[in-house]
């Protein structure tokens, strides 16, 4: 492994703790981005070690200090933790405050996606799906990610806020810009352009308020019977907005990449498609391998962890696909084993933060696929699906996936 001191590591870090990895970057040799999180640890970096790339970071590879990033606030903050840097970025509410500060737009949004709020969405999921699906599957192909996993999860953020469908289109660049981008320049236009559009969503919501989230986050009251802050409100919006879409999109994505080249676990899961229990309990081993997020934490205050020096403001990366494969938690962790029982994976984050849209997400994959399946029982990559490129960041994925059947 190369090590560049560009820019210089801090001097709180030890050469040795130093490797060069960009996690932005994936080389063109590597077909699936969490390869390149697995390269280090098989290539022997430290369990803990810092990049000079993207603004210098930490990276944490063991299951137990990831899952220690995501309880202890007390070190590890949510609060403008963006690698690179983005500096001012919005408090996001309720990611981007620590508790107990975090619980109270925590308590607004999670009774609005507890399993029996989901449980009353899937009638629509299953409309959404069944169109979308329908409107290719006698076309022999179709590129997945464009024509249904970038689709289905916006159509369901734009249905939840009470937003027409027309506006997709608008959506998915915005939100593309805004996951992909690394150049400084670009990711503040695309901030000024989001907040733009829920400004304006929440200013419409106001004058005409209907049963939907923006509407629920509007009319909240603090303990006195206010309304919250309007910065507040608005960076609630903007947190919904990039949570749900991306992430739904690429675990889509590698889930259908993973069916179309295994025809085992496609009969595996048209054995159970009556069978709803089991048909959950392999989706969530297809969560456990697959899980595209790598999240960001900012060092409180200058400590020591397991003889780590950190000082105040360093960045620290926690990479989920990392910790769901670490062999001490997870036996013969690189299989996928649909039928695995104990399965404590990380892909939804966990403690204070650990998603709240997590039965929603899996209830949009799992109505996903049960209607693919009906309609499109075999499946394969188109050939030409080799050259198509990659991306790695705060969320990892593919930018097309040309499927035929
Ligand atoms: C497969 C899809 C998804 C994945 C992999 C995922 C992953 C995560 C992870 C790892 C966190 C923890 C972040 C942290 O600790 O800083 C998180 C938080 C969150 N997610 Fe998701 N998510 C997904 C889908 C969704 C959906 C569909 C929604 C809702 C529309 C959503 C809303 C949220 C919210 C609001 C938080 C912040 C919770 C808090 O800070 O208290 N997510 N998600």
């Known amino acids: 492994m190369t090590l560049v001191f560009q820019p210089p590591a801090p001097d709180h870090v030890p050469a040795e703790l130093i490797v060069d990895f960009d996690f932005f970057k994936v080389p063109e040799d590597v077909t699936d981005p969490v390869q390149i999180w697995h390269r280090l640890a098989r290539d022997g970096a430290p369990p803990i070690f810092y990049t000079p790339r993207n603004g210098g970071h930490w990276v944490f590879l063991r299951y137990a200090d990831i899952v ?26 309720p990611n ?10 925590r308590k607004i949004l999670a009774p609005m996606f507890t399993p029996l709020a989901v449980r009353r969405m899937t009638e629509g999921l299953h409309r959404r799906a069944e169109t979308l699906i329908s409107g290719f599957a006698g076309q022999g192909g179709c590129d997945f990610i464009a024509d249904y996993a970038a689709k289905f999860p916006t159509g369901t953020f734009l249905e939840l806020f009470g937003l027409p469908e027309e ?22 236009a695309n901030l000024l352009e989001i907040y733009a559009v829920l400004e304006d969503l929440f200013r419409e919501k106001e004058r005409n308020p209907q049963n939907d989230i923006a509407t629920t986050v509007l009319q909240a009251r603090d303990s006195d019977g206010n309304q919250f802050p309007w910065q507040d409100i608005i960076n609630c919006g903007f947190l919904l907005f990039v949570a749900g879409l991306d992430t739904v999109t690429n675990t889509m994505a590698y889930v259908w990449r993973y069916l179309a080249t295994t025809p085992d676990a496609r009969q ?24 595209v997020s790598n999240i960001y934490r900012r060092v409180t205050h200058d400590c020591e962890y397991k003889g780590v020096r950190l000082r105040k403001n360093d960045r620290v ?3 989920n696909t990392v910790a769901n494969r670490d062999a001490s938690i997870f036996p013969d962790p690189q299989t996928i084993d649909l039928d695995r029982k104990v399965n404590n994976h990380v892909t939804f984050g966990v403690g204070p933060h650990r998603c709240i849209g997590s039965h929603l997400a899996k209830r949009e994959i799992m109505i996903s696929l049960q209607e693919w399946l009906r309609q499109i029982p075999d499946f394969e990559l188109a050939q030409d699906q080799e050259a198509l490129s990659v991306f790695g960041g705060s969320v990892m994925g593919f930018e097309s996936l040309k499927l035929r059947w």
């Not at 289109?169 to 593309?176: G, H, S, Y």
């Open 68 to 93: 220690e990033g995501y309880r202890n606030h007390e070190i590890f903050s949510t609060r403008g933790a963006q690698i690179p840097p983005i500096e001012p970025f919005p408090v996001l509410q």
């Open 167 to 188: 506006r997709l289109p608008e959506f998915l660049r915005i939100a593309n810009v805004f996951f992909r981008s690394t150049d400084p320049d670009i990711r503040a």
């Open 317 to 319: 990366i926690l990479p």
């Open 268 to 291: 595996k899961f048209r054995d159970r498609l009556d069978d709803p229990a089991a048909f959950l309990l392999a989706i969530e081993e297809l969560m456990r391998i697959n899980a």
């Open 96 to 105: 981007g405050v620590d508790p107990p500060e975090h619980d109270v737009f």
